[in-house]
């Protein structure tokens, strides 16, 4: 029998569940290869903003995320994220990779002694003392490689590299 002011309780367990995935925005980067010759996308390089109906974006991993110098020119990636509730989504992005580091050079002296005809010549290995670059030289062109008598003395010589992006430097 109950009373008519009596109260009954009872607790319910509701659970609240969100389905709807962030929509993540990308945007094109240009991504420059560093010394090392190893270009990294970070997800940051690419995320230009976007809408979750919870307001939570978490940067995840950009896919592929890293490029080689042999890898140069514009290349598709990922970006992946989620809504810190279980949802998942992504979007794509242009990413340029580039070569922007010009190679370094540095000279030395060299000697050539005329043979028995007044002839003499060089090559790069007698001039250039160092040569580098993140992706490689290319080319080395010296501004002169013979000799002949009416040379005889000091002779100043222009060391040129040029790497695979056609970046420059000289030394003499």
Do not use: R, W
């Not at 990413?95 to 007044?118: E, Q, S």
């Amino acid at each position: 029998v109950t009373t008519p002011n009596t109260v009954i309780q009872c607790t319910a367990e509701v659970t609240i569940t969100d389905p709807h995935p962030a929509q993540p925005a990308c945007m094109p980067a240009v991504i420059n290869i560093p010394n090392g010759g190893v270009a990294t996308v970070t997800p940051a390089d690419i995320f230009a903003g976007g809408f979750d109906n919870c307001g939570i974006i978490n940067l995840e991993s950009v896919s592929p995320d890293m490029f080689l110098c042999a890898q140069l020119g514009v290349h598709t990636v990922t970006l992946n994220v989620n809504d810190g509730h279980g949802n998942q989504s992504s979007c794509d992005a242009q990413v340029t990779i580039v070569d922007t580091t010009p190679p370094t050079v540095t000279c030395k002296n060299a000697n050539v002694i005329l043979d028995g005809n007044g002839m003499g010549s060089i090559t790069p290995a007698d001039v250039v003392a160092s040569a580098m670059d993140n992706c490689g030289i290319m080319m080395t062109v010296l501004s002169q490689y013979d000799f002949d008598c009416m040379n005889v003395g000091p002779n100043q010589v222009t060391v040129t590299v040029t790497d695979h992006s056609g970046l420059m430097d000289a030394c003499n």
